[in-house]
């Protein structure tokens, strides 16, 4: 869900010029490649690190680190006086409008994340923010746990400064996606601009930062901003481990990896795509969680292993059980099914995942009533039992039995049922859901906005 700010926060002295300030604290490569480059656009940064090797470099104009074109951006910046460094966090933040916060997060004992440096800098940015009269924006650069920016820095700050988030000075988390090696190219021409904001006066001063690079930034609240950055690093490092059991699978077959691959990633419709990248029920039907198990067969009997594609069908598993799990947690007796197919606008039960959910249902003593747009008393189930026999337990065991449980229409399941279970986003179902005051657990995001969705409704992933 995008967030829009809707509450009206300016600062009464809040007055910016065409190209904000910025102070930068924390110039290692995220924090150095955006004081280079926010100088390029014309903006006086002010660079602060407690290494003064760092700050020397900066203030010279030389590049803290091997980056492509960096030093060339710090040197002009430099010359045109739009560059500068200190030691000095305080004086930084009382000379400048904004202040970007780029320091070290490293690993913890426990293996979360080390939150000392952040601390730090948060009650220094408060002290600097005392001495100001004017509307400042903090804006959080580092990977950190969401609610860290609310929840440790923000408290820090406001300690420190004696003044109030969200009234007094704004709250940003700005996400970084720069690929070291090529971070200035990236950060002129970004894959996407995410604004997680506490304001409105926020959004604004911060979309007018990006104008040159990004004219239409991601507004959204602090704490999805904050999971963005998370969850795009481990897609990441999914990609890479995808990427490698599918070599190691590949050289005792005497495949070529790279071949499969350059030929996989050609398919922008559904490889490289939002497509199954949506939260919500387990994978079924005939191939997915086929393939999977075929794969994963070929692999045990040469002797690869391969953790990540393994995991794949027990991860599904989990999905199921969570979903069955939320239903009984209803202590409902008899339970409506909307959505049977394992896709929508299809009549194709094989393994589908609900039909799991329906077995373990029944198996518990809980009556089943279902309907699905596709499916009728005369859908040929049992033409469909041999292709799934070992794989899908939930079909085999409903094969005979589910015509029966078909209700003559939606309306007529829910109105025989404690509770209710949604695998389709169809819009029937929706208003159906929307009309009772009967537990409706939602494996389909009936409602793009938590916001808008029935207080009686919940979900796996939301």
């Known amino acids: 869900m995008l967030y829009q700010p809707t509450e009206k926060a300016f600062h009464p002295t809040l007055c910016v010029p065409a190209r904000p300030s910025v102070s930068v604290v924390g110039l290692g490569y995220v924090g150095a490649v955006s004081t280079a480059c926010l100088a390029g656009l014309g903006h006086r940064v002010i660079g602060v690190d407690v290494d003064p090797v760092k700050v020397r470099a900066i203030a010279e104009g030389r590049s803290p680190i091997h980056e492509n074109d960096l030093e060339r951006l710090l040197s002009q910046g430099v010359e045109a006086s739009l560059i500068s460094a200190t030691d000095d966090l305080a004086a930084a933040v009382s000379e400048t409008d904004i202040t970007f916060v780029s320091v070290g997060t490293p690993t913890a004992e426990d293996g979360g994340c080390d939150d000392c440096y952040i601390r730090a800098a948060a009650r220094s940015i408060g002290e600097g923010l005392r001495r100001k009269g004017a509307f400042h924006v903090v804006v959080m650069r580092c990977s950190i746990p969401p609610g860290t920016t609310m929840g440790v820095m923000v408290p820090e700050i406001e300690a420190s400064s004696g003044l109030k988030a969200g009234h007094d000075f704004g709250v940003c988390f700005n996400p970084e996606f720069l690929r070291e090696g090529v971070a200035v190219a990236d950060f002129h021409t970004p894959p996407k601009t995410v604004i997680g904001v506490t304001d409105s006066a926020t959004a604004s001063l911060m979309a007018q930062l990006y104008a040159d690079v990004d004219a239409n930034p991601i507004i959204t609240s602090i704490e999805v901003a904050e999971m963005v950055k998370y969850v795009d690093n481990v897609w990441h490092a999914t990609k890479v481990t995808f990427a490698n059991e599918v070599g190691r699978l590949c050289k005792p077959l005497m495949v070529d990896s790279h071949e499969v691959m350059e030929i996989f990633v050609r398919d922008t419709k559904l490889n490289l795509s939002p497509y199954y990248l949506t ?139 404690d509770a209710v279970i949604v695998t389709q986003a169809h819009p029937p179902y929706r208003a159906l859901t929307a009309a009772t005051d009967k537990p409706v657990i939602d494996v389909a995001r009936l409602w793009k906005s938590r916001a808008d969705q029935p207080a009686n409704l919940c979900g796996i992933g939301w």
């Open 279 to 417: 939260p919500g029920f387990a994978y079924g039907g005939s191939c997915l969680p086929k393939e999977v198990r075929a794969v994963t067969h070929i692999a045990g009997k040469l002797g690869v292993d391969l953790p990540l594609i393994a995991a794949l069908d027990r991860s599904n598993a989990a999905q199921i059980t969570e979903a069955a799990r939320l239903v009984k947690a209803t202590g409902a007796r008899k339970v409506a099914v909307l959505g049977l197919a394992f896709k929508s606008g299809t009549d194709d039960l094989r393994e589908s995942p609900i039909l799991e959910v329906m077995a373990e249902l029944l198996e518990a003593g809980v009556a089943v009533v279902a309907h699905d747009p596709a499916i009728t008393a005369e859908t040929r189930i049992e033409a469909q039992l041999a292709y799934v026999a070992h794989g899908s337990k939930g079909l085999g065991q409903l094969a005979t039995s589910l015509g029966g449980m078909l209700a003559k229409d939606a309306a007529t399941a829910v109105a025989e049922a």
